[in-house]
């Protein structure tokens, strides 16, 4: 979609779902797939419209989230139960770093960000925590709140921010391991994705049809939560466009939307 509301679709396999979604650091979008059979990193040429599908190595992956890294590649989740794992791939698509499996057995990576240490950070929904990639290395932090479900995960330069899906919490955790959670207004409110807004503050969704709000956090934990007008909307995935606007998708109305602080 450009600033302009124009949308443009690109088929990739039949069935292969694909769920996040990058721009990488050659220009090209890059994005994971995992259902349906398909196990792959697309990667979409803006230019020409033109899909690759880039075969994962390990059988059924299921890759999730997707980040580009300081090195230059694009680092995935390998969320299936018996993988577990962070991979990368080069631009080029070679599979050649090893996949780095994950100490919390099953802990379902979901979403994946540059930190402002310059390693990859990322949410595990099942195990509860967050995990970072230090020199080929995970180390883990315990999220305080049990079955919190972290789900999305965003730097804004300083701090990584994340969502807990099943507790109604908004995260902060530092580059050394310190979490601050922050309560919404509804414990049931299920916030998913999460962005640095223009602002400098983290705005994020909340995802359940009985709260239907786009909410905004500041460095500090300040916390103002915004009404969608279109009832049950389902807001889901969000971030900041090239018009500084922030863009969302609504999952139960099959629309992308724009919101202006």
Do not use: C
């Not at 359940?208 to 995935?237: L, Q």
């Amino acid at each position: 979609i450009n600033v302009n509301g124009v949308v443009t679709e690109y088929p990739t396999a039949a069935g292969s779902e694909p769920q996040q979604i990058v721009a990488g650091p050659d220009s090209n979008l890059y994005f994971t797939a995992g259902s349906g059979g398909a196990n792959f990193i697309g990667q979409i040429v803006p230019s020409t419209g033109v899909v690759t599908e880039i075969g994962i190595p390990t059988a059924a992956a299921s890759p999730t989230g997707i980040a580009v890294g300081s090195d230059g590649n694009i680092w995935f989740a390998e969320a299936a139960a018996g993988v577990n794992a962070i991979a990368a791939v080069t631009t080029a698509g070679d599979f050649s770093l090893t996949p780095i499996v994950i100490p919390t057995s099953n802990s379902l990576p979901t979403s994946l960000a540059l930190g402002p240490d310059g390693n990859i950070w990322f949410t595990e929904q099942v195990g509860n925590k967050i995990g970072v990639v230090r020199s080929g290395a995970i180390t883990e932090y315990t999220v305080p709140t049990s079955g919190a479900g972290p789900f999305g995960i965003a730097s804004d330069g300083t701090y990584l921010w994340f969502t807990e899906k099943n507790t109604g919490k908004i995260g902060r955790i530092t580059t050394t391991g310190t979490i601050t959670e922050f309560t919404l207004s509804s414990s049931n409110a299920q916030p998913l994705g999460i962005t640095k807004g223009p602002d400098g503050a983290m705005w994020f969704t909340e995802s359940n049809t009985s709260a239907n709000k786009i909410g905004r956090i500041t460095s500090g934990g300040s916390i103002t939560e915004y009404a969608i007008p279109t009832a049950g909307a389902g807001p889901y995935g969000i971030t900041k466009g090239s018009d500084n606007a922030l863009w969302r998708s609504e999952e139960h109305t099959s629309e992308l939307q724009s919101h202006h602080d």
